[in-house]
């Protein structure tokens, strides 16, 4: 528990050669240490009177008087030191126990990253394997809780696709999970070849000096990001969406249900039981503040940072093309201040809810159309263009037109409102889909992500002509598709649009996207068996790559 | 409500999205015999539930009931031939399409190089007929494209022409 590496420049590309490392020192401590030392405090505090008398018992003297309950005291303190050592005794021996297995097991954790691959070895008893591909990376996100922060350590969670799909590296040190990081994605991104820059500054400073820069130094490295390219979060304007959020509104009619119910029916009863719980959920306010404050979205070379937390921080990066829907949406109460929010689906961290699994998938909390623009633009580079720009504009402002397909009159009877805006843009990577009247959405989905599309028609849309236009993705809050669409617009928009997420497919290449490949020739593309040409006629085909990760059952070995 | 012909009005406007209606391989005919077993026993179920509350519980609401899934149980018997005929699949140079439902018409079109897993499911009934179910997955789990009453034989040939066109076409998630 004591050898600690020293924490020096180019720590990360001697993390990242292939060898198996252990995990920074601090973190059996930060993993549950703390949670031992804190019991063990407890008790000692509850036993500080006896553990004195323990220790500096004035022995009865002969000076002593004799006095009537002497004898009768003498062994109540024999029996009370007795109980006392045994419970020392377990006290140690647990201690004893807890630092060696808490050292065993930070012993057997180790990592290893090599040019392709990720693996992670754990646990005493059962052996847990477990190896990830580097460009089948989804995202890479670090989080640095404040008591990590004060011992200068911090957690790395690559996550691939797939439910609780994901290699965590708990704890590191908080300069090399920044360089680990970079150098990752480095290797996933293709580039085989470049020069291993080396970070030499600070090396020389104390370790005071060091933990107080960590924990002074600005949440986004200004370095690291083109500055014009950051969109930040005004406080003021974080504070007001979250007062203006639909939760407001709803825990404002919870009172007034409450107070009315409470004066008129006099069940007061009711009002002391919900309470509570009332009170409770202003926990919400407070949990999506800390995870919105000093928010930052920046372009990196290796895809789009978000970075956010006051004390504990954390910042996730999704490289490009990681992302499989986009909606812009806008809350009825944000619309005076022209507020928007930015909501993704991606793979990964798909399926997991609650507030853990949110701001994962909450890419911009709040924002003004003009940070709307910029964060679609780091997203998704083909949105910046002049053409498209007005695309997104009337997506998220007209009601009718501007780019957008027409939805017949007829649709009335379905979407009595949001009829004259919902339709669908295309540019030549993405879908556009507007929709909504009171809750305006623009959501958008990259061609190149789209897994397939249906048109669907019950029998109302069937007497009114009008069919139903599905984008299937990756699960997430994002639902791509418009609920009426013109029947014959929606028949050649599946015609066109399922050609066109073929041909985007086809060209994609962010799973490597430093890499240039050159396009494939015709002669490549003629080579490909056509269906209709070889039915049966594979003898062996091969099963396509595994998804996510190769996950080994325990070993039953103790090593 | 009523629904006179196979083809609906989108399944009319798929005559020009994808060629003639007979491009589209069909199930096997002997898929009706899986679809009437399976209204038939919906419909033994639901009477045998109305038959209790009729019995024990003494409803009168039991006989409504009854009578509503002897109904739906002879509609379902009736379009039986008619939905299995509306399912249909295609093989285009880079996507499938699929295509079921007549009152509740779908049509997906999924590129090959999508395919996650390809699942070949046989019930006992299909497999005393010697049919199968194919089922096409992907990572959207909306995707839902199952193709069933495949004879046997089709069905794993379809699997392997399907598993070697994604790997051709072999794209990231």
Known sequence: MSDQPAPTAGFATRLADGQWHRLYWASPLLKGGFALVAILGFILANLRERLVDFFITPGPGPGDGPGPGDNGDIVALVYDHGQTGVALLIIAGVLLLSIVAFSVAWRMHTFRISADAVEVRSGILFRHNRQARLDRIQGIHITRPFFARLFGAAKIELSVAGQDAKVDLAYLGSGQVDELRREILRRASGVQQQEAETVAAGAEQGLVNRRLHELLAPELDPSSAPAESVVRIAPLRLVGSLVLSEFTVFLLVVVAALILSATWVHHGLVLVLLLPSLLGSLGFYVRRFTKSVRYSIAATPDGVRVGFGLLTTSNDTLPPGRIHAIEVTQPLLWRPFGWWMIRINRAGHASSHGSAGQHHTLLLPVGRASDVDKVLGLVLPGLTGAETRHLVVGGLSAARGAGFTATPRRAMVLRPFSWRRTGYATTSDAVLLRSGFFWRRLRVVPLARLQSLHVAQGPVRRMLDLAELHFNTIAGPVRASLGVIDRGLALSAFESLSAAAVAAAASDSSHRWAEHPEPPTPAEHAERPSPAEDAGALEHPTPPEPLTIAEHPPIGRIA | ?173
């Open chain 2, 1 to 173: 409500m009523s629904e006179s012909s196979d083809s609906g009005p989108l399944s009319a406007g798929l005559a020009g999205l994808a060629g003639p209606d007979d491009d589209w391989q069909r199930v096997s005919p002997k898929y009706v015999a899986v679809e009437f077993a399976a209204s038939v026993l919906a419909g033994l179920i639901m009477s045998a539930i109305s038959v209790f509350f009729i019995v024990v519980a003494g409803w009168w609401l039991g006989w409504w009931m009854l009578g509503a899934s002897l109904i739906v149980t002879i509609v379902l018997l009736v379009v039986a031939p008619r939905r299995a005929r509306a399912i249909g699949y295609r093989l285009r140079d880079d996507d499938l399409l699929m295509r079921r439902g007549i009152m509740f018409f779908r049509i997906v079109a999924v590129p090959y190089g999508r395919m996650q897993l390809i699942d070949v499911n046989r019930g006992p009934l299909g497999r005393a007929l010697g049919l199968s179910d194919l089922k096409f997955v992907t990572a959207a789990a909306t995707t839902a494209v199952s193709i069933p009453g495949l004879p046997e034989e089709e069905a794993d040939a379809l699997r392997d022409q399907l598993v070697a066109l994604a790997e051709t076409r072999r794209t990231g998630l």
